[in-house]
């Protein structure tokens, strides 16, 4: 037999007999459909370091709402078309000229709307700053091994969202139709054209005919507002989900390890920071964007096929790409009829290489080091020699090129020979790298010796002494107990080893060629000559005890 329930009221779930005002009956009723107070419970109160550096995230964060926001502002006002009409807006050097209907709305969204010029200029700004922010953040993750396990995947979310906001970037300073961008568009036409086979039609698909083409800027303008801004906005949710799902990595302290976290709750700390925060990066952002012009699209004038502008520069972000195009030789090979021109494919095949290589960073080291540990303690850089060297050099590769971009303009500011810059930045490829990569390393080492000493022998006080026997010593402090844990509660992996040539029987081992690299390339990061001894208890206890310890 079944017995039915007898219909009555719903059991409420607030503990509340009466509301005490419209808000809370209204969270009552939201919480009896969405369970708000158990998911609050659970949530708001939770913990999370906190450092000064984690602000780098919540930049790019802020920034990106700001891009948002200005952005839905300006396509109510934008007419993303290249449609050609005769200028007769309120800016005279160019009434009564021919251009786009694109390049005309810009002009009157920046002379003609009220507060048009500034919201502008605070969405490029955002845009800078955004990827400035993204870089910075990227280097904070990757010098402390914040992308180690179990943050890989957020780690690949982050750089896939560096990378889309880059390409996005160079589509919107693209869609005014101006000269200078104008010339963007052509430099990747020709990027384009040097894919052998299948460039010319790319070409064509791309631009629905002959450059420019009439369809360029409205497809352009589709995935710059649409399919990009959907596509990070994914990843920038599935991100924070995973941050809000394993926090921060901490730096190494007292009562800090790998089985806690030590900070301070969601609520209501991190969400009165992050509010005005947000407050502070928007009105610095708005400052910028009413000081300092970028982008002055009326000084360029229109885009004509048959001009140039001088001195035409992308945004900084993308000015590697144009330098890895400009310190290539001009070299072409004839096949079959076809001529590849290699000074515009190859640079063309590097950059996707130093995306994979950013994005594959995290699993080459893994493999490396076998470790398979999960880690919430940030590395000192000074800690990862190896790691750090690879991190510098590639900034020094990165400002290589951005100088090579721009080499030009240094010949001209500075009446340099544009060949010299030239040859100058194509040795520095090769070479730069390597110094900044030995030189960092040396630091790295360096540091960690004078970590080593402070440890062992304390910190130098200036306060010098006699020895009844004539000698001047200076007397040094011992470390407080928490600085000492915070340098020498670090991880110093060993390099893998292979197994010995033969086994037990006599019968030699096959050892592959791929563990014979991992041992290798674990040496090479791990080994003699990678990373300074740390000092163990006893030998701190044997000198701190008083023998030959001044």
């Not at 030789?329 to 995306?355: D, N, Q, Y």
Request: charged fraction near 15%; hydrophobic fraction near 45%.
């Amino acid at each position: 037999m079944r017995a039915d329930r007898k219909p009555g009221p719903e059991p409420a779930t607030s503990t509340r007999a009466e509301p005490a005002n419209k808000v809370e009956a209204l969270a009552d009723w939201t919480d009896g459909r969405l369970g708000i107070y158990a998911l609050s419970k659970s949530n708001l109160r939770k913990i999370f370091p906190d450092h000064w550096s984690f602000m780098l995230g919540e930049i790019c964060l802020y920034t990106f709402i700001i891009i948002i926001l200005t952005g839905v502002w300006l396509t109510l006002f934008f007419v993303p078309s290249m449609g050609e009409v005769v200028y007769d807006g309120s800016y005279v050097p160019l009434k009564g000229i021919r251009m786009s209907e694109a390049y005309a709305s810009t002009l009157g969204i920046s002379f003609e709307i009220r507060g048009g010029l500034l919201i502008r200029q605070i969405h490029h700004w955002s845009a800078i700053v955004f990827v400035a922010a993204m870089f910075t953040h990227m280097f904070r993750v990757f010098f402390t091994g914040a992308f180690r396990k179990p943050r890989e995947i957020n780690w690949l979310f982050g750089a896939g969202l560096l990378i889309l906001g880059m390409f996005d970037g160079f589509m919107g300073y693209s869609l005014p139709d101006d000269l200078l961008s104008g010339t963007g568009i052509r430099f990747m036409e020709g990027a384009v054209l040097a894919v052998p086979i299948v460039g010319s039609y790319i070409e064509m698909f791309m631009f629905g005919g002959q450059f420019p083409g009439s369809i360029i800027i409205p497809r352009l303008f589709t995935v710059h507002v649409l399919l990009i801004p959907g596509i990070m906005l994914g990843l920038l949710v599935a991100h924070l989900i995973l941050v809000f799902y394993h926090k921060h990595t901490q730096f190494a302290g007292p009562g800090r390890t790998n089985e806690n976290v030590v900070g301070m709750p969601l609520m209501p700390v991190y969400m009165a920071k992050a509010g005005g925060f947000f407050f502070l990066v928007f009105g610095v952002v708005a400052a910028m964007a009413a000081i300092a012009t970028v982008n002055p699209i009326w000084l360029y004038g229109p885009y004509r096929p048959d001009q140039v502008s001088t001195d035409a520069q992308p945004d900084w972000y993308m000015g590697f790409s144009e330098g890895l195009i400009r310190i290539m030789p001009g070299w072409e090979i004839g096949l079959w009829g076809h001529t590849l021109v290699m000074g515009v494919f190859l640079p063309l095949m590097i950059f996707p290489l130093i995306l994979v290589a950013i994005w594959s960073y995290p699993f080459l080291e893994a493999w490396i080091t076998g470790d398979k540990r999960e880690h919430h303690i940030a590395d000192r850089p000074r800690n990862a020699p190896v790691r750090t060297a690879f991190g510098a050099a590639w900034i020094a590769l990165y400002l290589i090129l951005l100088a090579a971009g721009g080499n030009d303009l240094l010949a001209t500011h500075f009446h340099l020979s544009i060949n010299a810059i030239t040859n100058a930045a194509r040795i520095g490829f090769f070479v730069g790298p390597v110094i900044v990569f030995v030189i960092t390393k040396r630091w790295c080492l360096g540091l960690q010796r004078r970590d080593r000493e402070k440890v062992l022998h304390g910190r130098e006080t200036g306060v010098i002494q006699r020895l009844q026997h004539g000698e001047f010593v200076e007397i040094h402090a011992p470390l407080p107990q928490d600085r000492l844990y915070t340098l020498t509660s670090h991880d110093q992996p060993q390099p893998v080893v292979l197994p010995p040539a033969v086994d037990e029987n006599g019968v030699p081992r096959k050892v592959s060629i791929w563990k014979r690299a991992r041992a290798k390339l674990s040496r090479g990061f791990y080994g003699e000559g990678a990373q300074i001894t740390k000092p163990t208890a006893e030998e701190h206890e044997k000198i701190s005890s008083g023998h030959g310890h001044h």
